[in-house]
């Protein structure tokens, strides 16, 4: 890590790390960097916490409030080319991709093809804020890496354990856990099912829902409890359930 | 209503149709016309269903799958023009609002300066999945017939009750319901209140919460339970809290 302030400010969308930087916005080079951009301040509080901040950029004249060693000042309009945020953004840093983690937590959230960004984030936010401390994702699910992600999750992100893999190889390995698929299909109410302390929530994609494979993985098949006809945004299905099934002792009382 | 299917296709996006359509967009002239555009089949066969059609409008070379007695046929160029979506939308109908209504369900959804159109649609999907048939919206909030917000209602909204109205004035009219405020500041566990039949489910604007005047109203303060200084979205919030407290004999039992 350069140990200065680089004090010039960059006005060129041709500048060289101004190019890498932009890259960063597509999952590609996000993959073979192993890096990842994130917007707004107290994200990048959050990310310092976790020592994964490699470089600070700043918008040209705004305050260096994170004295951050490897900091660089460009102007608004490279700033605009790095932001994928209508609004204009002032502070972004480029951060270290986290470590992927397989741990031994009691509650563990696997989403299988989940595709909308602003769903997963929001998922990735109840689960911290419900104690599913372990995430595991489908290959084919959207990049945890993904601005509208990282923003809908709130900075909860950092604070997760990730597996990105083949859940039909991973859930396997949950053999002790009861493993609850959520879906309409020959299922119990949620009320009605009695569930050990170790379970896995699994949840589809938006329109498909869990593949038949991932299916076969459970062995318990759950539903919430609503109108008939009706359906709920994956979201928030998934936010009812790690409620419903929540780390009790985590609660604040 | 036009007795008769138009069968020349606009292709000008200056013919006099298409920019009253067109205007549609925008709050303003929806509240003008009392109008508003959705898009995407599944919705205009729900809107069909509820009597709310007026026009129909077809991408040319599209089949006329709703033999509609009012339909045009425009250039895909047109179409673009009058949809808020990035992919191209092959049908757009154009409808009257549904009447604003009070009714007498025992269970409420308020909602206080909403912003964001992706919070309210979702919102409204859970409303009706967990029996919240009357919904009171301040009116600073979002627009409820804004395109984003229809859509992440997946129809539930033609199924609603709505008043949108000064909620201060509104909310003393409910007097013999329990009117829970869900907010973090000096409240009780969601599982530890006891809360009768009637109740409303106040919810506030995602970054302010709900304002003093609305907050005094309430006549019980709830949390959700959650790991300490954590938070949730609010629509996922407000799904929990709907899920809580549901009309339980709407349950397919």
Redesign the interface.
Request: charged share 15%; hydrophobic share 40%.
């Given at each position: 890590m350069d140990m200065y302030v680089n004090n010039e400010v960059i006005s060129s969308i041709q500048n060289e790390r101004v190019k890498n930087w932009n890259k960063l916005l597509l999952k590609k080079y996000r993959d073979e960097k192993n890096e990842f951009l994130i917007e707004e301040e107290h994200l990048i509080e959050e990310a310092l916490k976790c020592n994964i901040v490699k470089t600070i950029i700043i918008s040209e004249g705004c305050f260096d409030k994170f004295k951050f060693d490897n900091t660089f000042f460009v102007t608004q309009n490279v700033m605009n080319k790095l932001s994928s945020n209508v609004s204009e953004v002032k502070y972004i840093a480029v951060c270290k991709k986290l470590d992927e983690k397989l741990t031994s937590s009691n509650k563990v959230l696997a989403l299988d093809r989940i595709q909308d960004p602003?769903n997963l984030g929001?998922l990735l936010?109840?689960a911290?804020?419900?104690?599913f401390n372990q995430i595991l994702i489908s290959d084919n699910s959207v990049d945890i890496y993904n601005e509208k992600v990282i923003r809908?999750t709130?900075g909860?992100i950092f604070h997760l354990n990730f597996l990105r893999c083949n859940l039909i190889e991973t859930l396997k390995k949950f053999d002790n856990y009861d493993i609850l698929a959520f879906s309409l299909d020959n299922s119990n109410?949620m009320s009605e099912i009695v569930v050990n302390k170790k379970v896995v929530i699994v949840l589809g994609n938006e329109g498909k829902g869990i593949s038949k494979e991932v299916f076969d993985c459970c062995n318990k098949k759950v539903k919430?409890?609503?109108?008939?006809f009706?359906?709920?945004?994956v979201?928030?299905a998934g936010?009812?359930a790690m409620?419903n099934f929540?780390e009790k002792n985590?609660?604040?009382?």
């Open positions: 602003g929001t936010r109840s911290l804020a419900f104690g809908s709130q909860a109410y919430i409890e609503m109108n008939s009706e359906s709920l945004n979201a928030v936010s009812i409620y929540r985590s609660d604040v009382l």
